[in-house]
């Protein structure tokens, strides 16, 4: 079974710049989460989808950050303006069920990126 | 609100010897679950085990052991005999439903042959 793919695996911007990253999760996971994990801390949520619908993004500064999941499979993360606090790893995970309570979670290797 | 805290930031042991890594959380609700993750250098967390609030059971798998007390609110992990491959960092994470999962600092383990 293939595991939740994540690319690029590095990515280095100038601050102001924007970047996207891409997440596939495990096939028939029906919802996704995107987490930031700045360095020295555990993972913080910044989005949940269920198929294509959101679930929760109250964590996610709206202003700057935008995501996606068009079909119900794979999905997109941006940022835009970038800013030097975003410098950070930003890891996608999926589960089979349609909430984070009990399922356990499937991690990508999640995209480093260093905003200069 | 739920809050998770692991209060060793780095832990650094010698090959074959034991090691816990201490979790402690804060939750209002009486239905909750636990879990460990490890995180080794390739970057993806991996689930180790989970465990919901109203199964105190202690778990035993291998090398891993697991201590849920209630009483003091700590869901600890224990490695036997530990092994370089253990080198990682290691999360424990408090889930509140219906999807509300926080992560605790995490505890960088090394294992030195």
């Known amino acids: 079974e293939a595991g939740v793919a994540q690319s690029p695996r590095y990515k280095i911007i100038e601050k102001r710049q924007s970047v996207a990253f891409w997440c596939n999760p495990i096939s028939g996971h029906a919802t996704l989460y995107w987490y930031q994990q700045i360095l020295g801390q555990g993972p913080k949520l910044l989005i949940q989808?269920?198929?294509?619908?959101?679930?929760?993004d109250s964590q996610l500064p709206k202003d700057r950050f935008s995501a996606e999941r068009l079909k119900g499979v794979d999905s997109t993360l941006k940022i835009q303006p970038a800013k030097l606090e975003d410098s950070a790893v930003y890891l996608c995970?999926?589960?089979?069920?349609?909430?984070?309570?009990?399922?356990?979670?499937?991690f990508g290797s999640g995209t480093q990126l260093s905003v200069l | 609100a739920q809050k998770v805290t692991q209060a060793q930031t780095e832990i650094s042991v010698v090959e074959k010897e034991d090691v816990t890594l201490d979790c402690v959380y804060e939750?209002?609700?009486?239905?909750?679950?636990l879990f460990w993750y490890k995180q080794p250098p390739s970057g993806e967390l991996v689930f180790l085990i989970r465990?919901?609030?109203?199964?105190?059971q202690n778990e035993i798998s291998g090398r891993y052991s697991w201590n849920f007390q209630k009483s003091t609110s700590s869901f600890n992990f224990t490695i036997t005999a530990s092994q370089v491959v253990d080198s990682a960092v290691y999360f424990c994470a408090l889930s509140e439903p219906p999807n509300d999962m926080r992560f605790g600092a995490g505890t960088r383990l090394t294992v030195k042959p």
């Open positions: 939750t209002r609700d009486t239905t909750y679950y």
């Open positions: 465990r919901n609030s109203f199964d105190e």
């Open positions: 995970a999926s589960s089979s069920a349609p909430d984070a309570g009990w399922e356990k979670l499937f």
């Open positions: 989808f269920q198929n294509n619908g959101v679930v929760d």
